[in-house]
């Protein structure tokens, strides 16, 4: 069974920090990963997507991802948070390319807040 | 460039009243889903299209009815709305094929009072 796991429902850290998001994850299959962000009263945007072409894969806004198949981790990580950084982010693993077009998981989510 | 447009963005209906919501995507996709996003228990699927005059049933699809005549339009609609439907719904229009991103309205907001 596949299966997405956010380790943290909320992290806070302070501006000009670095930040860490964890997400592991189960697929029988190698899947697509994406992370995405969603902030206040507004739908959720891809950060970046994973999909075996490099295992460290960079998105928009500074953030970046490495897929480890050992760990079976995708995590999220920036250098130096910025205010605008707070928001929930989702890790989603996609199956669509295999299966039903329906198998997205999506992780519980994590709310990131940043401190002055 | 529009990209996935919802509406409404907000509505409020009595407990028996019915009402439909409407998602339309510019991107050409060929899938596209409903979800609903209430607190601590993320984005569950209601329903789902992988193409224009189909539908299927996702995760939570009871009080629901769906369609999509036009390849560009997703409908969601409640026929008799129930105060356990109140919840934020997203919509969101993926591309075919492996490996694609989703891509997703705002959400409309809805009470059912």
């Known amino acids: 069974a596949q299966s997405v796991t956010q380790l943290d429902s909320h992290v806070s850290v302070s501006e000009g920090t670095p930040v860490l998001l964890r997400c592991n994850y189960s697929s029988s299959y190698s899947p697509s990963l994406f992370w995405y962000v969603q902030h206040p009263n507004k739908g959720l945007q891809l950060l970046l997507k994973?999909?075996?072409?490099?295992?460290l894969v960079k998105g928009i806004n500074g953030f970046e991802a490495e897929f480890k198949k050992s760990e079976t981790s995708f995590h999220l990580t920036k250098p130096s948070a910025h205010m605008s950084d707070a928001a929930e982010y989702f890790c989603?693993?996609?199956?669509?390319?295999?299966?039903?077009?329906?198998?997205?998981?999506f992780g519980s989510g994590t709310r990131l807040s940043i401190r002055p | 460039n529009a990209g996935v447009t919802q509406t409404p963005k907000f509505r409020v209906l009595k407990t028996g009243q019915s009402m439909t919501l409407l998602c339309a995507q510019d991107?050409?996709?060929?899938?596209m889903y409903w979800y609903r996003q209430d607190p601590g228990m993320g984005l569950r699927l209601i329903h789902y299209s992988v193409g224009e005059g189909t539908t299927a049933k996702g995760e939570v699809p009871d009080g629901y009815n769906v369609s999509r005549l036009k390849k560009q339009n997703f409908l969601l609609g409640l026929e008799s709305a129930a105060p356990s439907q109140t919840s934020v719904y997203f919509c969101?229009?993926?591309?075919?094929?492996?490996?694609?991103?989703?891509?997703f309205g705002d959400g409309t907001r809805l009470s059912i009072l």
């Open positions: 969101a229009s993926m591309d075919r094929g492996g490996n694609q991103p989703q891509h």
């Open positions: 989603v693993v996609s199956l669509a390319g295999y299966s039903s077009a329906s198998k997205i998981i």
């Open positions: 991107m050409n996709h060929e899938y």
């Open positions: 994973y999909t075996s072409a490099a295992t």
